[in-house]
Structure formats: structure tokens, C-alpha cells
């Protein structure tokens, strides 16, 4: 007898525990996904507005990708952030986000980054997150002006802030909630 797809699906549990190494590779996969889907410009919840204008010099479409990378990487770390605060120790939770750093940054070395551009490529993720965090903490359109003014600019319009805005929300929130269930452990 043939068994149909049905018959095997089973249902999904979340994990009740996650290392910090398993934290940062798992958050590293979510990073990559969401900066692939916004490079194709497909099958996305909210498109940016201006998103064609990005990609008609290369000097752009570099930024933009650099961009759109740090944002991403810092969504999933406030997501993570917001479900462990309060619930795991905070050198814990550091410790899976710069897991989940390395991994992406190993990544950037095995795809054609030259590792000496590295620390430069650091220094701006840091200079972000100081910016994103201020700005979230003001408001949920701030974030969405501070990132789309750096993807795009002063060419950026209120829709694409909006809708950058919109970007966090559908990352972080979802991501919040899922790790909400799960304990961090010690690697």
C-alpha cells in the first residue's frame, strides 16, 4: 500500500530547549531567508515601494544589499532579544547572538567576502544597531525612516518606511513569539 503525503506529515513541535550555538545558527538560516527573499523582490508580504530605483547602478544595489543585510540581521537579534528578556541571562543570550553573528559573517567569507573587509563591515553593523535601537525605542515609523534613509538615501519615500516598518514587525514578532517556548541553554 502507498502511503500519501498525509500519512506522513506530522505535526511540528517547537523545541523546548535550544543551545546558544543551535540559537545563532538557526537565526543565521532566518537572516539569509529574509535577505534572499528581499534581494528577489518575489513573493514578499510587503514590497518596498522604491525598490526598483535601488537597482539601477551597482554602487546603489551594493548599498542597498549591505543595507538591507544589517537590518535583517539586526530584526532577527531584536526578536531574539524580546523573547529571551527576562528569561534567560543576559551573557547567555549575548552569547547566541554572537553566534549568530559569526555564522553570518563566516558565511560573507565562503561566499566572496575578503575576511579584511570584515571588520569594517563590524564597525557599520554596530554603528546600525545603536541607530535601530534608538529608533525602535521611539517608534515602530522611526525604525522605518532610520533604515530606509540608509538602504536608499534621502530618495526614500513614507511608503518605504512604512513598509520597512512593516518588515520588522512580520520578522521580530514571529520570531519573539516561536522562541518564547523555547529555554536557552549553555552550549
Excluded at 518575489?42 to 535601488?54: A, F, H, I, R, S
Excluded at 546603489?60 to 537590518?71: C, D, V
Excluded at 554572537?98 to 560573507?108: G, K, N, P
Excluded at 530606509?148 to 512604512?162: D, I, K, N, Q, Y
Amino acid at each position: 500500500m502507498q502511503s500519501t503525503i498525509t500519512d506522513d506529515i506530522r505535526e511540528f513541535r517547537a523545541p523546548q530547549t535550544m543551545t546558544t550555538d543551535e540559537l545563532g545558527d538557526n537565526l543565521a538560516r532566518l537572516v539569509w531567508e529574509s535577505f534572499s527573499d528581499f534581494l528577489s523582490q518575489e513573493d514578499v508580504e510587503t514590497p518596498l515601494p522604491d525598490v526598483d530605483t535601488l537597482y539601477d547602478d551597482d554602487g546603489s544595489a551594493h548599498r542597498t544589499a549591505e543595507e538591507a543585510l544589517i537590518f535583517f540581521m539586526w530584526a532577527h537579534t531584536r526578536g531574539a532579544q524580546l523573547a529571551f528578556l527576562g528569561r534567560a541571562p543576559d551573557e547567555r543570550i549575548r552569547e547566541g547572538l554572537d553566534a549568530l553573528h559569526s555564522a553570518v559573517f563566516e558565511d560573507m567569507v565562503a561566499n566572496g567576502t575578503p575576511k579584511a573587509q570584515l571588520p569594517l563591515f563590524e564597525q557599520r553593523v554596530s554603528a546600525r544597531y545603536a541607530e535601530y535601537h534608538q529608533a525602535a525605542a521611539e517608534s515602530d515609523g522611526k525604525l522605518g525612516e532610520a533604515v530606509s534613509r540608509h538602504m536608499m538615501g534621502e530618495a526614500a519615500r513614507a511608503a518605504t518606511s512604512e513598509a520597512i516598518r512593516e518588515r520588522a514587525v512580520a520578522v521580530a514578532n514571529p520570531l519573539r513569539d516561536f522562541l518564547e517556548d523555547v529555554e536557552l541553554i549553555d552550549a
